[in-house]
T-cell receptor, first 113, second 110 residues
Framework: EPEVTQTPSHQVTQMGQEVILRCVPI?????FYWYRQILGQKVEFLVS????????KSEIFDDQFSVERPDGSNFTLKIRSTKLEDSAMYFC???????????FGPGTRLTVL | RKEVEQDPGPFNVPEGATVAFNCTYS??????FFWYRQDCRKEPKLLMS???SGNEDGRFTAQLNRASQYISLLIRDSKLSDSATYLC???????????FGTGTKLQVIP
């Protein structure tokens, strides 16, 4: 069964450093999403991406965040200058055309020290 | 009012019990509705979509009431493996804006 993969599974970084979280969506999917979940809190929508552009983003997704689909298979989330409060689990998801279901990757746990 | 509201629980129920979860949403333009389950420190996994006509999948029944902006999930004959957090998910804007509820924690006790 096809699945969404994410790397790394755990990233530790120093405050102020840039991080790139990587996702490989399911191959024929067209809609891509990033979410975050701070420990003990709810899953929060960050951004959706379709047709090589951002289609929707939340208030959390400020200028420190960017997304890219550099090569037709990877979908990345970049945080330019990490803050302590960026520590969370980051989930990538993808969705096929004409379908409702989003498939989630296993997540990347980001720890900012 | 929160965009998607759920009772966080926990709901502690014995094996074999029937348990119901509710969820309310504030955006009347919401288009699609789902229940996901999330095990501890894992990714959310789709349990079922929710339709106005109601839908059933084995022991699970989901219902949507658009007039009241209310979604429900009923689990019959609870199993130990049903222990998880159940997330109510609402989308708008052609599936581009997705909002999760805080989740309802279920613990099924032997």
């Amino acid at each position: 069964e096809p699945e969404v993969t994410q790397t790394p599974s755990h990233q530790v970084t120093q405050m102020g450093q840039e991080v790139i979280l990587r996702c490989v969506p399911i191959s024929n999917h067209l809609y891509f999403y990033w979410y975050r979940q701070i420990l003990g809190q709810k899953v929060e929508f960050l951004v959706s991406f379709y047709n090589n552009e951002i289609s929707e983003k939340s208030e959390i997704f400020d200028d420190q965040f960017s997304v890219e689909r550099p090569d037709g298979s990877n979908f990345t989330l970049k945080i330019r200058s990490t803050k302590l409060e960026d520590s969370a689990m980051y989930f990538c998801a993808s969705k096929g055309p004409g379908r409702h279901t989003q498939y989630f990757g296993p997540g990347t746990r980001l720890t900012v020290l | 009012r929160k965009e998607v509201e759920q009772d966080p629980g926990p709901f502690n129920v014995p094996e074999g019990a029937t348990v119901a979860f509710n969820c309310t949403y504030s955006n009347s333009a919401s288009q699609s509705f789902f229940w996901y389950r999330q095990d501890c420190r894992k990714e959310p996994k789709l349990l079922m979509s929710v339709y106005s006509s109601g839908n059933e999948d084995g022991r699970f029944t989901a219902q949507l009431n658009r007039a009241s902006q209310y979604i429900s999930l009923l689990i019959r004959d609870s199993k130990l493996s049903d222990s998880a957090t159940y997330l109510c998910v609402v989308t708008a804007g052609g599936y581009q804006k997705v909002t999760f509820g805080t989740g309802t924690k279920l613990q099924v006790i032997p």
